[in-house]
T-cell receptor, first 113, second 113 residues
Framework: DTGVSQNPRHKITKRGQNVTFRCDPI?????LYWYRQTLGQGPEFLTY????????KSRLLSDRFSAERPKGSFSTLEIQRTEQGDSAMYLC???????????FGPGTRLTVT | GENVEQHPSTLSVQEGDSAVIKCTYS??????FPWYKQELGKRPQLIID?????GEKKDQRIAVTLNKTAKHFSLHITETQPEDSAVYFC????????????FGTGTLLAVQP
């Protein structure tokens, strides 16, 4: 499968725990995005990487959230001290250097109990 | 501000009829407008897109139109089939080089056989 992949697909955690999600973009896509989607809503932008550089972060991304893309390939999104309000689908998308198309992964569904 | 409005929120049509979903955007600098189809529990799938230098684009049974002056764009699906049933999201690019997508709130399309 040459599409965007994400792991894990589902994560259930207790409030206060830390969680980390991984995204593997389409090969040679240097642009990578994280979005969050809650039930009945469209995806909301969280952060953007061009290669390994994090160039934009949304105000939605509190200081409990951190994202990395250390070698310009896969990316991780970590949430520290999770809260029930963090429960959502976390989607990753990648885009080539030329062109606007963004291709989404299957998402990681986070449930905070 | 960054805003995309989408109407209607739900749409029910008979198989074979046409379906139209409309969106408006707020930033006159937006120049790329994709449409995504999302089936229950699945990733958003890019189905068609249009750039601001084009007024209309068609791909088999789906078409998108863009009115830059009015900041409106629409998705048209002809000869609907039950497998077209899904949630459809429009989006607009904001943020210059970032190309982050701002999504509408989605339209649940139900095609009745």
């Amino acid at each position: 499968d040459t599409g965007v992949s994400q792991n894990p697909r589902h994560k259930i955690t207790k409030r206060g725990q830390n969680v980390t999600f991984r995204c593997d973009p389409i090969s040679e896509h240097n642009r990578l995005y994280w979005y969050r989607q809650t039930l009945g809503q469209g995806p909301e932008f969280l952060t953007y990487f061009q290669n390994e550089a994090q160039l934009e972060k949304s105000r939605l991304l509190s200081d409990r959230f951190s994202a990395e893309r250390p070698k310009g390939s896969f990316s991780t999104l970590e949430i520290q001290r999770t809260e029930q309000g963090d429960s959502a689908m976390y989607l990753c998308a990648s885009s080539p250097a030329i062109g606007n198309e963004q291709y989404f992964g299957p998402g990681t569904r986070l449930t905070v109990t | 501000g960054e805003n995309v409005e989408q109407h209607p929120s739900t749409l029910s049509v008979q198989e074979g009829d046409s379906a139209v979903i409309k969106c408006t955007y707020s930033d006159s600098a937006s120049n790329y407008f994709p449409w995504y189809k999302q089936e229950l529990g699945k990733r958003p799938q890019l189905i068609i897109d249009i750039r601001s230098n084009v007024g209309e684009k068609k791909d088999q049974r789906i078409a998108v139109t863009l009115n830059k002056t009015a900041k409106h764009f629409s998705l048209h699906i002809t000869e609907t089939q039950p497998e077209d049933s899904a949630v459809y999201f429009c989006a607009a690019v904001y943020g210059g080089a970032t190309n982050k997508l701002i999504f509408g709130t989605g339209t649940l399309l139900a095609v009745q056989p």
